[in-house]
């Protein structure tokens, strides 16, 4: 064959592919972008969002002791600062009961407010506490768990004179972490090898196989009572409810549905991930992708006003259908303003 004739089919084959490729990754746009974008004053990245008994007052954190008040139902934010010395900190986790607050952090921090954050007090740590802070939880008066980056979980009813474990050795250095309404939480190991899971009433956790050779990036909880996981490569999963059923006694590794590909044709970096109904998610990922879906993740869409955003997407949090945020880096956030239809 001739060689320019050879070269040229070689060159026509790798068109046909990358615009296959690039078809593929066409996904149907939003017809409404309900995220309106917010830049906070602060280089940090914003890792949790909380706020007080009043739905207009809260609070986010993020590292680089980045502490921000809001008191409008988070469309402005103001900076707050506490004397920490010299301590580098980074918040990672707030979470409030009523007007009773609880900020927590690393290494070793832990601050309490019973006055929506008029005023903070520093809590003492023991020094031998397994890891750093890393979630906490108010789940009533002067009750509140906390989780250590390790997986250690104490549990205070006094409002933190007295802390009581809850398993009996921690899990090993933790990825991510959630924890469902009723108390379960769901850990991704640091290499995202494993996860493991807990639930209240155990003594320690229970280690669960990966099952993809695809490493975890994050799991968490459906409203459905189904377990959600993020895999490398923009791989998305559900477990699945009609399987649970079948595993035997014994066995430690839930049943799981088909993967999903949000995304086809692409390995975007997917990150989180979160219900704003029991019928609407979205997914948010690496250099502003943000993903939804409106019949329970069947087929999906793509937020294509929010891409330019020069920031990661770590968290989405929906504090109620009517708001929620999602959480980036370089103090870049994204404030829920539902379309006319959905207030």
């Given at each position: 064959m001739n060689p320019f004739v050879k070269a040229l089919q070689k060159i026509l084959i790798l068109l046909t592919i990358t615009l296959f490729c690039v078809g593929c990754s066409n996904l149907e746009s939003t017809s409404f972008n309900p995220w309106?974008?917010?830049?906070?004053?602060?280089?940090?990245?914003?890792?949790?969002?909380?706020?007080?008994?009043?739905?207009?007052?809260?609070?986010l954190v993020g590292s680089r002791a980045a502490i921000f008040e809001t008191t409008d139902g988070g469309r402005t934010w103001f900076p707050q600062e506490f004397d920490l010395g010299d301590e580098k900190v980074a918040f990672t986790s707030v979470s409030f009961y009523g007007n009773e607050g609880w900020i927590a952090g690393k290494p070793s921090i832990l601050l309490h407010t019973d006055n929506g954050g008029q005023s903070w007090d520093r809590v003492a740590l023991s020094s031998k506490l397994p890891g750093s802070p890393y979630r906490i939880e108010a789940i009533g008066e002067q009750t509140v768990e906390m989780a250590t980056d390790v997986g250690a979980i104490y549990k205070t009813e006094d409002g933190a004179k007295h802390w009581r474990a809850?398993?009996?050795?921690?899990?090993g250095v933790v990825r991510n972490m959630y924890r469902s309404p009723e108390?379960?939480?769901?850990?991704v190991s640091?290499?995202?090898?494993?996860?493991?899971?807990?639930?209240p009433g155990q003594t320690a956790w229970t280690p669960h196989n990966r099952n993809s050779s695809r490493r975890l990036q994050n799991m968490g909880f459906a409203p459905d009572g189904r377990t959600w996981l993020i895999a490398r490569g923009g791989q998305l999963q559900f477990s699945s409810l009609e399987g649970e059923d079948s595993i035997e006694e014994g066995e430690t590794d839930e049943a799981w549905d088909d993967t999903i590909?949000?995304?086809?044709?692409?390995?975007?970096?997917?990150?989180?991930?979160?219900?704003r109904t029991p019928e609407e998610l979205w997914v948010t990922g690496g250099s502003g992708n943000l993903l939804a879906s409106f019949d329970g993740g069947e087929t999906w869409q793509k937020d294509r006003d929010v891409e330019a955003t020069p920031s990661n997407f770590y968290n989405i949090i929906f504090t109620s259908p009517q708001r929620g945020f999602i959480l980036g880096d370089r103090g870049i956030i994204l404030r829920y303003e539902p379309s006319p239809e959905n207030t």
């Open positions: 309106q974008r917010i830049d906070l004053p602060t280089g940090a990245s914003i890792l949790d969002i909380a706020f007080t008994e009043d739905p207009q007052h809260g609070w809850l398993v009996q050795q921690a899990v108390g379960e939480y769901i850990a640091s290499r995202g090898n494993f996860y493991s899971t807990w639930k590909y949000p995304e086809p044709g692409t390995s975007w970096g997917l990150l989180d991930l979160d219900y």
